[in-house]
């Protein structure tokens, strides 16, 4: 996380202080939508090819996308596209960056005892982004130096995943102009806990589970803290006005009880499974099942399962895969773990056999197909591999691991224009114009391209250094 610290503080001084020049009113948003979420865009790509604590594991993404994704359709004033991702970090946290995307911390998710403790908290990041409070914050200090708005914008993205780091980011600006600034936040967050119990009420969770997690997290803060945090950084502040606030607004309601998925208890323990030392793993989840310490004793097999692969020992952790079966566990990420301990067992065709059942089950599930375009290319049987991605990319243009896939499918295929052609628009997607341009270069020199490969990749190559230009013009503005 420290070189994300660094990343935003650059990211924050270039991007605002391009933008600021613009800003309106003190009544205004401050920053347009499409400069927000061209911010967003940037500082998720710094995170995204940079920082080593990015989780890029699909099973986590998409059910973090469709829990979000819940809660975005009863947030008010949501008008804009979400992006949720995960960080390794084992605090109770999470946070909003400009634009829709939103960070989660893995330590929360372990840390929740149920579904709807981890939908409070990415409502209350939600509302963060839909009321767009880094925006306003931006406007109602018009007049201040740009450097100070600039480190001040890092502050605020930092501050609410890592305030410890937040306090370096704010090192060259006014203390107490910041004070002033982040003291703005605190109405923020009330704002956001109020627009968020909306939406988590509306889409069916259990609203006392914000409430109960604030009082975990203030639990938690209180624990870690050792004095050496500046008060005036912390941009959540868990207070115990805000626990009785959220207490107060659940008691008004009849009560609704929210039976979790089976999916929350399963990513719950994977995550378990793959923090800390694998033996370690190992053991936690064997107590777990010994004693019966678990809410999901499917899911508490499958953890041991995952953290027996991991210490490699696929036979036990087959063995213990069917007692997580036999105790109910099924789906896309069950099937998934099967495969992944036929590979460890030396049965890579038996892996792309049973993802290609599983996938055929379950065909919504993008992170099987992933596992199954993959385990057809391990098999050897990469035509078939490259049949699946065409099919898949069809339906899904804008899918970017999709076209990583097949451009590591056409390089097993020895087609080296084509597999810079696939990695060109794989950057495209994760916001990485120069890395694009170069793959077309690279495309356009392979000598293994016909007439009509090469002119796609010049109309493509002529397109992409266009749409460069004009960001670069921009940015100049």
Do not use: C, W
Request: glycine fraction near 8%; hydrophobic fraction near 45%.
């Amino acid at each position: 996380m420290r070189f994300l610290a660094a990343a935003l503080v650059v990211l924050a001084s270039q991007a605002f202080a391009q933008s600021l020049p613009d800003l309106g009113g003190a009544g205004d948003a401050g920053l347009a939508p499409q400069t927000e979420r061209r911010i967003g865009e940037s500082i998720m790509r710094e995170i995204r090819f940079r920082d080593p604590n990015f989780l890029d594991d699909p099973e986590i993404t998409d059910y973090l996308g469709t829990l979000g994704a819940r809660l975005a359709q009863h947030a008010a004033g949501a008008r804009q596209d979400f992006e949720f991702f995960a960080v390794r970090d084992p605090s109770i946290n999470a946070f909003a960056l400009p634009g829709g995307f939103v960070g989660v911390h893995t330590g929360l998710i372990t840390a929740a005892d149920s579904e709807s403790e981890v939908a409070s908290v990415l409502a209350h990041e939600i509302a963060h982004v839909t009321q767009r409070h880094i925006a306003r914050m931006l406007g109602q200090q018009q007049q201040m130096q740009l450097p100070m708005l600039a480190a001040l914008a890092a502050a605020i993205l930092l501050g609410r995943s890592r305030p410890d780091l937040a306090s370096g980011a704010v090192a060259a600006a006014s203390a107490g102009a910041v004070q002033t600034q982040l003291s703005y936040s605190r109405d923020f967050e009330r704002e956001a806990d109020r627009i968020g119990f909306q939406a988590l009420e509306a889409a069916g969770f259990d609203a006392y589970s914000m409430g109960t997690f604030f009082e975990k997290m203030q639990r938690g803060t209180r624990l870690a803290d050792d004095g050496s945090i500046p008060g005036y950084l912390r941009t959540h502040p868990i207070t115990t006005e805000r626990i009785a606030d959220a207490q107060n607004r659940a008691a008004n309601l009849p009560y609704k009880q929210h039976l979790d998925t089976a999916e929350f208890h399963l990513v719950r323990a994977k995550l378990r499974a793959q923090s800390g030392d694998a033996r370690d793993a190992v053991e936690y989840f064997q107590g777990s099942v010994r004693e019966r310490r678990y809410a999901s004793e499917s899911a508490a097999y499958y953890g041991l399962a995952s953290a027996l692969l991991r210490a490699r020992r696929p036979k036990e952790a087959q063995a213990e895969l069917g007692r997580s079966r036999a105790a109910g566990a099924a789906g896309p990420m069950v099937e998934a773990l099967a495969a992944r301990i036929r590979v460890a067992l030396g049965d890579r065709a038996g892996a792309a056999t049973l993802l290609g059942e599983a996938h055929a089950r379950y065909p919504y599930s993008r992170p099987l197909l992933y596992a199954h375009a993959e385990a057809l290319q391990e098999a050897g049987r990469n035509q078939q591999a490259l049949e699946l991605l065409t099919v898949s990319l069809r339906l899904h243009p804008r899918d970017s691991r999709l076209h990583q896939l097949q451009a590591k499918n056409y390089a097993a295929l020895g087609k080296r224009s084509l597999q810079h052609q696939a990695q060109a628009e794989f950057y495209v997607l994760r916001g990485s114009l120069p890395a694009a341009i170069e793959q077309l270069q690279l495309a356009r020199t392979a000598g293994d391209g016909d007439f009509y490969q090469l002119s796609v990749v010049d109309a493509r190559l002529k397109e992409l250094r266009a749409q460069h230009a004009e960001e670069m013009k921009e940015a100049k503005r």
